[in-house]
Nanobody, 115 residues
Framework: QVQLVESGGGLVQPGGSLRLSCAASGSIFSIVAMGWYRQAPGKQRELVAGITRDRSTNYADSVRGRFTISGDNAKNTVWLQMNSLKPEDTAVYYC?????????WGQGTQVTVSS
């Protein structure tokens, strides 16, 4: 059973930075895409950033220019570098890795941006 383990969340002041990591506990083959999503209280889960097998990336308008997604298919790991954090970035962040015949989600890591 493959599990995605996230780390790097926490409390940070506005303008600060965090780096989220997500690693698969087992071997994954034929990755199609990896991504980060977030869900704030009372809101729907939304895509923050995604990266495909050919390294194409996409970002939510609200984070473009501040967040950077990167991934290593060989290591089954995806990262999210978050800079210039704002209070509205506060949410539970989830990683996702999907491929041929599978779609794995992490358990979520809390990010709180507050002074």
């Amino acid at each position: 059973q493959v599990q995605l383990v996230e780390s790097g969340g926490g409390l940070v002041q506005p303008g600060g930075s965090l780096r989220l990591s997500c690693a698969a506990s087992g071997s994954i083959f034929s990755i199609v895409a990896m991504g980060w999503y977030r869900q704030a209280p009372g809101k729907q889960r939304e895509l923050v950033a995604g990266i495909t097998r050919d390294r194409s990336t996409n970002y939510a308008d609200s984070v473009r220019g501040r967040f950077t997604i990167s991934g290593d298919n060989a290591k089954n790991t995806v990262w999210l570098q978050m800079n210039s954090l704002k209070p509205e970035d506060t949410a539970v962040y989830y990683c996702r890795i999907r491929g041929l015949g599978y779609d794995y989600w992490g358990q979520g890591t809390q990010v709180t941006v507050s002074s």
